[in-house]
């Protein structure tokens, strides 16, 4: 789900409630991304991260790589939150058909094309069409190791 040109000017409210987002596998970053998902029940996890969320979905990947350096470092935490759109110029954990997985900043979308950076400039770009993508959820928080509580 995308927004609107309008739609991703406004700012959006930040919520007041916290949501423990469980940490429900780790994100490798890099050319051939993907993330090792865990067998825990909806709702629990590798321990949780604490975050701002109204997204009673939200969840949240170890990160392992580079390919988001020095935004999101080795070692990080990303907390998704699948029922919130995504919007130009912000992160994304993309799903594609053949399995892989990835967090990348999404520059836009056109007609069936979707095209996706990583921070760090060695990995470059990606255009995607929209039948090679499984799922995209928006990327809400980059949380330091610190944040994980078990």
């Known amino acids: 789900m995308f927004l609107s040109n309008d739609e991703w000017t406004q700012p959006k409210q930040l919520s007041t409630s916290y949501t423990e987002a469980p940490v429900v596998g780790t994100a490798q ?64 954990l993309i799903v594609t058909t053949d399995g892989q997985s990835m967090i990348k900043e999404l520059l836009w979308e056109r007609g069936d094309r979707v095209s996706l950076m990583s921070v760090n400039e060695e990995f470059g770009r990606l255009t995607l069409s929209r039948e090679e993508i499984e799922t995209i959820h928006h990327v809400a928080f980059i949380a330091p190791p610190s944040k994980h509580r078990i």
Do not use: Q
């Not at 991304?33 to 969840?59: C, K, L, R, T």
């Not at 070692?75 to 912000?90: D, Q």
């Open 29 to 92: 970053l890099g050319p051939e991304g993907y993330w090792e998902a865990m067998d825990y029940p909806v709702g629990y996890g590798d321990g949780h991260i604490a975050v701002p969320s109204d997204d009673p979905n939200a969840y949240a990947l170890r990160v392992r790589g580079d390919s988001m350096t020095p935004a999101i470092r080795d070692g990080w935490f990303v907390v998704v939150e699948p029922n919130s759109p995504v919007c130009p110029g912000e992160y994304v």
